[in-house]
């Protein structure tokens, strides 16, 4: 009872974004590899990809201010300098977060979490404006969280689920990305919460494609990351079945939800709950927020940080 007094009043959760080399998540020892960076400053930084422009790695995240009330968009190379990709997208009223990134047909797309306008849009990266730019909607009409897709020679797959279904994984398939898409005949393809939710993009390992899903246990949201090996995937036919849990330990053991890689780096993000006697104010601002929401254009920080040479 006292206990849940306390996390009541004085729990926040701390999200920050680990980076891996020289491993594999099918290693034993890959947690204890992770080396922890703060990219832009913030308590709350997570759900991060990794993409290439010009042969050079970027590191794109969400950060969240308990103060404002709603994610937004952020990218950094890893040298620590910060770029003003998203700026348009974090422009628009509501939260944005889960910045999903593919390659189609040579270029880079965009699909963030945009679950407050009941809509997956699609965005292009346009390298002469160094912008990503609105293309079109996927799917409108729910509140669709965590949308990854995977285009092959059978066509596009986007794998989402929505707030309102949020255990409930659910498979859409076009013939091309700028086709309409519709409901895979064996959708939904789990409903569960321990692989309902997408925590990250569909990884191949020796032919093989996984699944990444985030597993909830009650309450806790992003306790752990669950790979679901992927056993058939066409236009008639999905099977996938449990293969491999990746969970949490120090200095961030209380929760683990996104699992990326690009070109042998890997990127995740874990949590852990930090008490103190003033996070009582943080919690109360945070309610009040939807009353008193400020703006939510997070300021750029223009000097570049310099992180650790080994990143």
């Known amino acids: 009872m006292l206990k849940a007094i306390v996390d009541k009043l004085f729990r926040l959760e701390e999200w920050q974004i680990g980076v891996v080399r020289d491993s594999h998540f099918t290693?034993?020892?890959?947690?204890?590899?992770?080396?922890?960076?703060?990219?832009?400053?913030y308590s709350f930084e997570a759900d991060p990809f990794l993409f290439e422009l010009d042969g050079l790695p970027y590191l794109a995240f969400e950060v969240y201010s308990y103060f404002v009330g709603q994610g937004k968009l952020k990218c950094f190379d890893l040298a620590g300098k910060e770029y003003d990709f998203f700026s348009d997208i974090n422009a628009q009223n509501g939260h944005?977060?889960?910045?999903?990134?593919?390659?189609?047909?040579?270029?880079?797309?965009?699909?963030?979490?945009?679950?407050?306008?009941?809509?997956?849009?699609?965005?292009?990266?346009?390298?002469?404006?160094?912008?990503?730019?609105?293309?079109r909607d996927l799917?409108?009409?729910?509140?669709?969280?965590?949308?990854?897709?995977?285009?092959?020679q059978d066509g596009c797959y986007l794998f989402t689920s929505s707030n309102e279904a949020s255990t409930k994984q659910r498979l859409f398939r076009a013939d091309e990305l700028t086709s309409t898409f519709f409901e895979h005949p064996q959708s939904p393809i789990a409903d569960s919460p321990q692989s309902g939710r997408n925590g990250g993009a569909i990884l191949q390992h020796n032919s093989q494609l996984?699944?990444?899903?985030?597993?909830?246990?009650?309450?806790?949201?992003?306790?752990?990351?669950?790979?679901?090996?992927?056993?058939?995937?066409?236009?008639?036919?999905?099977?996938?079945?449990?293969?491999?849990?990746?969970?949490?330990?120090?200095?961030?053991?209380?929760?683990?939800?996104?699992?990326?890689?690009?070109?042998?780096?890997?990127?995740?993000?874990?949590?852990?709950?930090?008490?103190a006697p003033t996070n009582i104010i943080i919690k109360l601002a945070h309610k009040l927020v939807p009353f008193f929401r400020p703006s939510t254009r997070y300021p750029l920080r223009y000097a570049q940080r310099k992180l650790p040479d080994d990143i």
């Open 210 to 275: 996984f699944r990444v899903a985030q597993t909830s246990e009650g309450s806790v949201y992003g306790r752990s990351i669950l790979l679901m090996r992927i056993e058939s995937l066409s236009r008639d036919e999905y099977r996938e079945r449990e293969w491999q849990e990746l969970t949490p330990s120090a200095p961030f053991p209380d929760g683990l939800h996104t699992l990326n890689q690009c070109n042998g780096t890997w990127v995740i993000d874990a949590k852990r709950y930090s008490y």
């Open 96 to 135: 944005v977060s889960f910045p999903y990134m593919f390659e189609y047909q040579g270029e880079l797309y965009l699909i963030p979490e945009t679950s407050d306008q009941k809509v997956i849009k699609l965005y292009r990266f346009e390298p002469e404006n160094q912008k990503f730019i609105y293309v």
């Open 139 to 152: 799917l409108s009409g729910h509140e669709y969280v965590d949308s990854v897709l995977y285009p092959n």
């Open 27 to 41: 290693d034993a020892d890959f947690y204890q590899k992770v080396r922890w960076y703060n990219f832009a400053g």
